[in-house]
């Protein structure tokens, strides 16, 4: 058994599951209802995990899982990053926030 995917995002991971589903891949879910845990766990280990039954289907699963993590991906939040103090700036900033710098 292989792990393919741990996410904090139950969204993405129902989206992960459902595709499993209906391409009749096996797979267990370690963790899924850890959420109420959070606060005493560090959230690494409270995190769900997707594990393959049968790591001979882990290619065609791990195709599902970069596929949908892909289409998933968040705007990015943080579009730059400030050239002279490193702080990541919002798209709406044209300088930084924290130092003035010009946007580059
Ligand atoms: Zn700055």
Known sequence: ?????TSSDPFLLQSVKSELDALSIPYLVKNEFA??????L???ESQPELWLIDESWSTRANKVVNS??????PAEKFPWVCGHCNEPNGEAFDTCWKCGESRP
């Open 35 to 40: 959420g109420g845990a959070m606060g005493e």
């Open 1 to 5: 058994m292989i792990k393919l995917f």
């Open 68 to 73: 949908l993590m892909d289409s998933h991906e």
């Open 42 to 44: 560090p959230w690494q």
